[in-house]
């Protein structure tokens, strides 16, 4: 427990008017697994071969020993590599912000802090476990991954982690996101990363459904089933999942670990906090640290944000299914809307996925912690208040966070009582001044109930025997 409850000293948290800094020398040296101290353990993934329990042989062929093994792990603390904590050092500890104008905008007596992870090489805090995914596959003697991405900041974030160890990527692009997103595009082409738009004729997965339906704006479901597919094929590849796994969520606990120190600099506990859910990895990175005092009793209330095209933890179901479209990969016990839903087209591509982390599902299921959602419209005057206010143009899925900061600093306005709120910025929105941009042309409304979309989907869940 001390590593993530040890108290900070004030020298060693430099506080510059309302930005909370560390020094490099206080980046976390261990990752905080959750796994050990879940309220029920979790059910073990079921192979869609067998639909019995997954073998260490079966994902062997997608993913090295070392991350099995951590997905698995029953150790409280596993230990960064030297090698990764030289990278991760390029940028972090990252600064914790008092967001004081956003408050004297909203008159509010909370005490808003939030962690910024847009300050990244690529942007967002994909690259915290880019960079060890990326290591842990080069030792294994992996020279290639590929992957999936949804807005591109994962395909990003592992365009660069690929690069810092020599290895290259191939990108699978959710066509909606490679249509809006072209600088995305040229950014991981610069890192040397090949970028397909998904569906794509390079895979049977892709050709399927662009038979189906030629103008499908894609998923991460559709884009996860291509990329699994090529590396499952071929042995000098493997497979690199930007989120939901729990080695993903382990290996963004960095964020939850600096920002309990950095508030403790501060002489604060947090009441409430928030990050956006598209499929648990930011969220699980600021709030799994302190599932321990949340399970211990203690007044701490995490709630994961999701958009309302897409609410996975809040309208579907608690049961096993697949992590993609086609039904390739194993099926996990999570919040699903059901494998065949595609999300309607929206600005925040990261949020758009059917399933949700299997750690985060079982602590929603548990009541450990909440979920909400946010529509559209809403998170966009909130993005345009933050930038206004704190002057960071926040990412359309961070603004998901900052839309439910809003409401909470607005109900604690009314009742005239002051609380501290932590919450993830996510990532920053330089690349999504298109969405801005329909947002500022009044081009972007709410979205349609999805209610009909999802039963459809949800009657198509894979049968369970358990
Ligand atoms: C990918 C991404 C998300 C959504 O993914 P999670 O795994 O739920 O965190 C949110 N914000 C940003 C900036 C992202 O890049």
């Not at 709030?287 to 579907?316: H, K, M, N, W, Y």
Request: negative net charge; aromatic residues 8%; glycine residues 10%.
């Amino acid at each position: 427990m001390d590593a993530i409850s040890r108290p900070t000293t004030n020298q060693d948290a430099r506080t510059r008017g309302d930005v909370i800094t560390l020094p490099t020398a206080e980046l976390p040296r261990r990752w905080y697994n959750v796994l050990p101290d879940m309220p029920e353990p979790l059910a073990p993934p079921l192979s869609p071969a067998t639909g019995k329990p997954v073998t260490p042989d079966e994902l062997g062929r997608i993913f090295p020993p070392s991350l099995i093994e951590q997905e698995m792990s029953g150790e409280r603390f596993i230990a960064i590599p030297d090698e990764v904590l030289d990278i991760l050092a390029m940028w972090r500890p990252t600064p914790l912000v008092r967001a004081r104008r956003l408050e004297a905008a909203l008159g509010t007596p909370a005490r808003i802090y939030y962690k910024h992870e847009g300050v990244s090489p690529t942007g967002s805090h994909k690259p915290n476990t880019a960079v060890p995914q990326a290591y842990f596959n080069r030792m294994h003697g992996i020279r290639r991954l590929t992957t999936e991405t949804g807005a591109g900041q994962w395909g990003s974030a592992l365009a660069f982690a690929t690069r810092m160890f020599g290895m290259t990527c191939r990108v699978f692009m959710v066509r909606v996101s490679y249509d809006q997103k072209p600088y995305r595009r040229t950014f991981m082409r610069l890192f040397g990363a090949e970028v397909f738009p998904s569906p794509s004729p390079h895979t049977a997965s892709g050709r399927a459904i662009l038979e189906r339906a030629p103008d499908s704006p894609g998923s991460l479901g559709i884009a996860i089933s291509e990329a699994v597919e090529e590396a499952a094929g071929r042995p000098d590849t493997n497979y690199s999942l930007g989120s939901v796994l729990n080695h993903v969520l382990l290996h963004q606990t960095v964020i939850g670990q600096e920002a309990k120190r950095q508030l403790e600099a501060a002489g604060e506990t947090p009441e409430f906090i928030y990050g956006c859910h598209g499929g648990g990895s930011n969220f699980g990175g600021i709030a799994l640290p302190f599932v321990p005092q949340i399970l211990a009793g203690e007044r701490i209330r995490a709630v994961a944000v999701e958009p309302d095209g897409c609410p996975s933890l809040t309208r579907g179901r608690y049961a096993f299914d697949y992590g993609d479209t086609a039904g390739i990969t194993p099926m996990v016990r999570m919040y699903t809307l059901g494998h065949d839903f595609i999300p309607p087209a929206s600005h925040a591509g990261g949020l758009r996925y059917h399933g949700a982390s299997p750690i985060v599902s079982a602590l929603v299921h548990s009541g450990a912690i909440g979920a909400e959602t946010v529509a559209q419209s809403e998170v966009f005057r909130c993005a345009e208040l933050f930038a206004h206010t704190e002057g960071i143009v926040p990412a359309p899925e961070s603004a998901h966070a900052i839309a439910a900061v809003v409401r909470k600093a607005g109900e604690l306005r009314e009742e005239r009582r002051g609380a501290a709120i932590l919450f993830s910025l996510s990532g920053h929105g330089l690349f999504d001044l298109g969405a801005y941009e329909a947002y500022l042309d009044g081009r972007l409304g709410d979205q349609a109930d999805q209610g009909e979309a999802i039963a459809a989907a949800l009657a198509g869940l894979p049968e369970v025997r358990s």
